[in-house]
C-alpha cells in the first residue's frame, strides 16, 4: 500500500525527510532544530494528529503531517491544519505525493472540520504544490513572510 498512516517505527524517516525540506526552504536560514526537536514535534503530531507517510518499493518517500485546531479568530470554527507535506524529490510527479493530501482531506471531512489549510514553500521562485492544490479547489487565502532577526 503506497499511501498509509504513519507509526512510531517511521518517525526517523519523517525526521530526515523533514531536516531536508527545511534545510530546503527559507527557514533554513535562522532555524535550525536539532532532530531531537524535529523527532519531538513530529511524535506529538503522531500523537494529537496525523502523518500519513507514502511509500515506494518498501520505502517512506513523502510525507503529510497535520492536526486539527480552532481558528484563531473563530474558536468554534475547525480546521484541518497541515503542518508538512513533502516528497522525497526523486518520487516528485508520482501519484504517491497527490494521494497524502486526498487522505488528509478524507480524514477531515470525517472529522467534520469546515476547512482544510495548506501551505505551499516557494523554492527557487517556484511553488510545485501551488499547481496541484489549485487543481483539487484551493484557493489562495493568506501568504506568509519571514524576515530572520
Do not use: N
Not at 517505527?9 to 524535529?38: H, N
Not at 492536526?67 to 491544519?81: D, E, K, N, Y
Amino acid at each position: 500500500m503506497p499511501v498509509r498512516l504513519a507509526t512510531h517505527d517511521d518517525l526517523q524517516g519523517i525526521v530526515d525527510m523533514a531536516a531536508v525540506f527545511l534545510a530546503r526552504t527559507r527557514y533554513g536560514q535562522f532555524v535550525q532544530p536539532s532532530p531531537d526537536d524535529l523527532r519531538i514535534t513530529y511524535t506529538r503530531i503522531l500523537e494529537y494528529g496525523r502523518i500519513w507517510v507514502a511509500e515506494i518499493d518498501g520505502v517512506v518517500c513523502g510525507f503529510l503531517a497535520a492536526a486539527i485546531q480552532p481558528v484563531w479568530f473563530s474558536p468554534g470554527t475547525r480546521v484541518a491544519l497541515e503542518t508538512a507535506w513533502w516528497m522525497d524529490e526523486a518520487h516528485r510527479g508520482r501519484p504517491e505525493g497527490v494521494r497524502l493530501l486526498l487522505e488528509f482531506e478524507r480524514w477531515a471531512k470525517a472529522e467534520g472540520t469546515q476547512a482544510i489549510c495548506m501551505s505551499d514553500i516557494v523554492l527557487e521562485g517556484e511553488s510545485a504544490a501551488e499547481r496541484i492544490l489549485a487543481r483539487l479547489g484551493y484557493q489562495v487565502t493568506e501568504r506568509t513572510f519571514v524576515k530572520g532577526l
